[in-house]
């Protein structure tokens, strides 16, 4: 076939090639248009263990090798356990319940919509203190350990895309190398809860990471 045939070929089918493509794409968007977008953030910690003071470093002020790494594997275990998960889902979901309407910056529309439709807005009003963080945290953590899987239960240890445990766990956590540095990174379907879910993550791993200290260091003090 020549390239002339070719060409009045298609020009002949042109209205029938533009109703394909336009079909195909009706088809396209219908699929996806109830498909979540996925917003991912990474950040990185620097233990302290390296180069940071520590009390176990030897008198000539080198770093215990072997301990070190035992404590950076320890601390990428507790900061995968599963008690983590639940620490961070619970703080996200006081985040957004006692910042009421405020939520521009932390949570989308749709996303508040999910939390508005799976735990009802007068339980909402109940436990929402938009005056006081710590005061919504306080409640939502006595309602949710009530004894009965009620809605704020199903909704943390769901898979919800914002504050469930069952999503919380793909954030990944690696140690860089053999430095002192783990690098947690995370995906979800909204950007501020995303950046939000690292930032919680990095202030549990850092209070617990201090508390530990404290033990050790109160330990040495009532040794000697």
């Given at each position: 076939?020549?390239?002339?045939?070719?060409?009045?070929?298609?020009g002949?089918?042109?209205?029938?090639?533009?109703?394909?493509?336009?079909?195909?794409a009706a088809?396209v968007?219908?699929?996806?248009?109830?498909?979540?977008?996925?917003?991912s953030?990474?950040?990185?910690?620097?233990?302290?263990?390296?180069?940071g003071?520590?009390?176990?470093?030897?008198?000539?002020?080198?770093?215990?090798?072997?301990y070190?790494?035992?404590?950076?594997?320890?601390?990428?275990?507790?900061?995968?356990?599963?008690?983590?998960?639940?620490?961070i889902?619970?703080?996200?979901?006081?985040?957004?319940?006692?910042?009421?309407?405020?939520?521009?910056?932390?949570?989308?529309?749709?996303?508040?919509?999910?939390?508005?439709?799976?735990?009802?807005?007068?339980?909402?009003?109940?436990?929402?203190?938009?005056?006081?963080?710590?005061?919504?945290?306080?409640?939502?953590?006595?309602y949710?350990?009530?004894?009965?899987?009620?809605?704020?239960?199903?909704?943390?240890?769901?898979?919800?895309?914002?504050?469930?445990?069952?999503k919380?766990?793909?954030?990944?956590?690696?140690?860089?190398?053999?430095?002192?540095?783990?690098?947690?990174?995370?995906?979800?379907?909204?950007?501020?809860?995303c950046?939000?879910?690292?930032?919680?993550?990095?202030?549990?791993?850092?209070?617990?990471?201090?508390?530990?200290?404290?033990?050790?260091?109160?330990?040495?003090?009532?040794?000697?």
């Amino acid at each position: 076939m020549k390239i002339l045939d070719v060409i009045r070929l298609l020009g002949r089918n042109t209205p029938w090639i533009a109703f394909s493509a336009i079909l195909l794409a009706a088809l396209v968007f219908k699929l996806t248009e109830n498909e979540k977008p996925v917003y991912s953030s990474s950040t990185l910690i620097n233990t302290g263990f390296i180069s940071g003071y520590s009390p176990e470093r030897s008198s000539g002020g080198t770093t215990d090798m072997v301990y070190t790494n035992a404590e950076i594997e320890n601390l990428i275990k507790m900061a995968e356990a599963y008690e983590t998960r639940e620490e961070i889902g619970l703080r996200l979901l006081a985040e957004i319940l006692s910042k009421g309407q405020n939520n521009n910056k932390l949570i989308r529309g749709r996303g508040l919509g999910e939390i508005e439709e799976a735990l009802g807005e007068a339980l909402i009003e109940t436990l929402g203190d938009t005056n006081s963080y710590q005061n919504t945290y306080n409640k939502l953590k006595t309602y949710r350990d009530k004894g009965d899987r009620n809605e704020v239960y199903e909704l943390l240890y769901s898979k919800n895309d914002l504050v469930g445990v069952g999503k919380l766990k793909d954030l990944k956590v690696e140690r860089q190398g053999r430095s002192d540095i783990i690098e947690a990174k995370y995906s979800t379907s909204d950007p501020g809860i995303c950046q939000r879910t690292l930032e919680i993550f990095t202030n549990i791993l850092s209070e617990e990471h201090q508390d530990n200290k404290y033990r050790q260091s109160s330990g040495v003090v009532e040794y000697f």
